[in-house]
């Protein structure tokens, strides 16, 4: 399995309240990508990063930022929490270009009251 | 721009059927194609991959070939187990490895 951990794995917050997601890879790759998953609309992406500092909008990205200042680590940050954004996230990691399979981390389910 | 599209669910099968999951694809350029399963509870994992025309993945039974002239990936598996029980999800990725678009995933159940 590939070495990707997601923390937390659980959170309940309140509308309003600023969330961060960590994703942590042990793989040294390159890429790491923030998906949502909802019902009804598979995954979709919020954020990648193709480098440290390096980051670009994915699909969904209204409402979140994104950081990453080591390899490693990548962060998924609410700043004000909605209801809207209650879903379970997904990191992923990938070598790069021409090397596209990517590996997911385990999740985080998040609630947003 | 590019989407996939994959057959509704639920889909409940009973033991040593045929499975078959219809993924219909639209790309600029030249996409890789995947399937990827989730279990309950768990993160994806890759089942198959192609990655240009006529190319077929195989994976623990499961089977789907690259065909650009339908722009399809259909998952197939000539006897399903219990233990087949997930999502599946048809996946495309865009070429530069930026870019990836998932299908709403089907939901398999197999009974004994």
């Known amino acids: ?113 | 721009g590019d989407s996939v599209t994959q057959m509704e669910g639920p889909v409940t099968l009973s033991e040593e059927a045929f499975l078959t999951i219809n993924c219909t694809y639209t790309a600029t350029g030249y996409p890789s194609l995947f399937w990827y399963v989730q279990y309950p509870g768990e993160g994806l994992q890759l089942l198959l991959k192609a990655t240009k025309a006529d190319d077929k993945g195989s994976n623990k039974g499961f089977e789907a070939t690259y065909r650009k002239e339908t722009t399809s990936f259909h998952l197939e598996k000539g006897s399903v187990q219990v233990s087949d029980s997930a999502v599946y999800f048809c996946a495309l990725s865009d070429g530069t490895g930026n870019q990836f678009y998932f299908g709403t995933g089907t939901s398999l159940t197999v009974i004994p």
């Open chain 1, 1 to 113: 399995d590939a070495g990707i951990t997601q923390s937390p794995r659980h959170k309940v917050t309140e509308t309003g309240t600023p969330v961060t997601l960590r994703c942590h890879q042990t793989e040294n790759h390159r890429y790491m990508y923030w998906y949502r998953q909802d019902p009804g609309h598979g995954l979709r992406l919020i954020h990648y990063s193709y480098g440290v500092k390096d980051t670009d909008k994915g699909e969904v990205s209204d409402g979140y930022s994104v950081s990453r200042s080591k390899t490693e680590d990548f962060l998924l940050t609410l700043e004000s929490a909605t209801s809207s954004q209650t879903s379970v996230y997904f990191c992923a990691i990938s070598p790069g270009q021409n090397q596209e399979t990517q590996y997911f981390g385990p999740g985080t389910r998040l609630l947003v009251l």
